[in-house]
């Protein structure tokens, strides 16, 4: 458990001034803590590429040419960056493949019914699609996840270890 001056936030949680039985109610003892660790959303990175087409004024004849020429040539954008850089894939596969689990999940059995059970999902499946991709047993991970959280002990992480080879997504 962290210490007070670790949380971000501190959420006290008090009863009632008066009890049922009409008498005052006094704080006795230090609270009993409880901390629940949350995962922040996780939100894709969008990039938006523009092509900005039209008249080139302020040039002569002659640098219109050269701009022309160039163009046709195949200078290339962002957009087509995939076609001079072999490390760009030319589709978004991956992503829509790592996204293709939950999107059947939610079409086989309908959304859930709570923000809590989104959370529950997300991070479900940000953890199974997390261990594919690292080669590790998501079984394993997730058994020594419950016996960290039993013993009060570190968690274990999901960050890559360094110098593990990441398999490609398969499926």
């Given at each position: ?10 959420v006290d ?24 660790f949350e995962?922040?959303?996780m939100r ?18 002659a ?12 200078s290339?954008?962002?957009?087509r960056a ?14 829509e ?6 999107v ?12 809590r059970?989104?959370?529950f999902?997300?991070r479900?499946f940000?953890?199974?699609?997390t261990c594919?991709?690292?080669g ?19 968690p ?8 593990a080879?990441?398999?490609a997504?398969?499926?």
């Amino acid at each position: 458990m962290l210490d007070e001056d670790q949380v971000d936030r501190i959420v006290d949680c008090k009863p009632e001034a008066i009890c049922e039985c009409g008498g005052l109610v006094e704080r006795l003892h230090q609270p009993q803590r409880h901390q629940v660790f949350e995962v922040p959303p996780m939100r894709a990175q969008v990039d938006e590429c523009r092509n900005l087409r039209g008249p080139l004024r302020g040039l002569r004849q002659a640098a219109r040419g050269r701009a022309a020429g160039r163009r046709a040539e195949g200078s290339t954008g962002p957009a087509r960056a995939f076609t001079t850089n072999a490390k760009l894939a030319p589709t978004n596969n991956a992503a829509e493949q790592a996204l293709r689990s939950i999107v059947l999940k939610r079409k086989i059995s309908g959304p859930t019914r709570s923000l809590r059970g989104d959370h529950f999902l997300s991070r479900g499946f940000s953890v199974h699609e997390t261990c594919l991709r690292q080669g590790r047993d998501v079984w394993e991970f997730m058994h020594s996840a419950v016996h960290a959280f039993i013993a009060n002990a570190v968690p274990p992480s999901l960050l890559p270890q360094t110098g593990a080879a990441v398999p490609a997504p398969t499926g």
